[in-house]
């Protein structure tokens, strides 16, 4: 079963336009990951945050966790085309060797 | 792009059929996870090999299977196969054995079910 669901399923935009996506999620966690999907092929990790932390920061993306409210969002600032992709949350449970649960996914298309 | 490499890259098998994917992890990683993804879907937690041992399970039948080598690469084995079972099979290494941290994807094996 999906865990995290993302928000919006889908999003279109203009190259240079920030891109914000969201994603909920239902138990505790241990972290919370971004991936990358281009094309169906294999996910790309963008970046951990951990239940502890509100807010991160890698290059173009910011990533923020409220767990009061069970949430996340990834900010892409400043698209670019190689941006276009699906982009999924995924969260590790509180322990154990649970797996990450993935959402559904938001494809984000940056139009040139 | 990371060190995991999958094969085959495509598959085409007949319900019934059994099939073997295999995985070879990023060096220095000792944990393996398969993941199954239908079409539109998210990645599914199929199961988890640390040093050679299944150490977690998500929710598959037993007819999906695997081993891990002590070189850390690995195998999916699923049998009786149903036209359900059309996805994309992903592994993933990490070197954090019974912690969901960071993991690194292989390409993935296209496998249709007819």
């Known amino acids: 079963s999906q865990q995290g669901e993302e928000d919006p399923q889908a999003l279109s935009i203009q190259e240079g336009e920030n891109a914000t996506m969201n994603c909920s999620y239902k138990?505790?966690?241990?972290?919370l990951q971004w991936y990358r999907q281009n094309s169906g092929r294999g996910l790309v990790h963008l970046i951990l945050?951990?239940?502890?932390?509100r807010e991160k920061h890698s290059g173009r993306l910011r990533v923020t966790l409220d767990t009061s409210k069970k949430s996340s969002s990834l900010l892409i600032t400043a698209s670019r085309a190689a941006d276009t992709a699906s982009y999924f949350c995924?969260?590790?449970?509180?322990?154990?060797?649970?797996?990450?649960?993935f959402g559904k996914g938001t494809h984000l298309i940056i139009q040139p | 792009e990371t060190g995991v490499t999958q094969s085959p890259t495509h598959l085409i098998k007949t319900r019934g059929q059994q099939v073997t994917l295999r995985c070879s992890s990023q060096?220095?990683?000792?944990?393996v996870s398969w993941y199954q993804q239908a079409l539109g879907q998210g990645p599914q937690f199929i199961f988890q090999?640390?040093?050679?041992?299944?150490?977690g399970r998500g929710n598959f039948p037993p007819r999906f299977s695997g081993l891990q080598f002590p070189n850390y690469s690995s195998e999916l084995n699923v049998n009786a196969l149903e036209l359900d079972d059309s996805a994309l099979y992903l592994c993933?290494?990490?070197?954090?054995?019974?912690?969901?941290?960071?993991?690194?994807f292989g390409s993935g094996t296209q496998l249709s079910v007819l």
């Open positions: 090999y640390y040093r050679e041992e299944e150490n």
């Open positions: 993933a290494s990490s070197s954090q054995g019974t912690r969901s941290e960071k993991l690194f």
């Open positions: 995924a969260t590790a449970p509180g322990g154990g060797a649970d797996g990450l649960t």
């Open positions: 138990t505790s966690i241990n972290n």
């Open positions: 060096s220095g990683h000792n944990t």
């Open positions: 945050i951990r239940s502890n932390e």
